[in-house]
């Protein structure tokens, strides 16, 4: 069982930035794939970057691509989500999430272990 906790959200201007983290506790994320969602009101969650704990491409969607970078610290067992050059079509609720597998995972359904969430408004 995997335990994620996020942390990082808040309220920023345009233009500023956030680092999200997504910790896990009960296992190691070696061997899983991670995912950062996010969810605007009334709206789908949305994978937005895509990582493999072991290394290997990352994946963005084209509407943070630029902006935004996934990366790890092993040590932490931690992912980040460092958020630049924000807009306000970027707030949303923002997940990260893991699985177990060697594909690519882009949809929640995919996924097995949720952080509980965490704000990110962004002001014009």
């Known amino acids: 069982q995997v335990q994620l906790v996020e942390s990082g959200g808040g309220l920023v201007q345009a233009g500023g930035s956030l680092r999200l983290s997504c910790t896990a506790s009960?296992?190691?994320?070696?061997?899983?794939?991670i995912g950062w969602f996010r969810q605007a009101p009334g709206k789908e969650r949305d994978v937005i970057a895509a990582m493999r704990w072991s290394g290997g491409s990352t994946y963005y969607a084209d509407s943070v691509k630029g902006r935004f970078t996934i990366s790890r610290d092993s040590a932490k067992n931690t992912v980040y989500l460092q958020m630049n050059s924000l807009k306000p079509e970027d707030t949303a609720v923002y997940y990260c999430a893991a699985r177990r597998g060697a594909g690519y995972y882009y949809t929640p359904d995919e996924y097995d272990y949720w952080g509980q969430g965490t704000q990110v408004t962004v002001s014009s």
């Open positions: 009960g296992r190691t994320f070696s061997s899983y794939y």
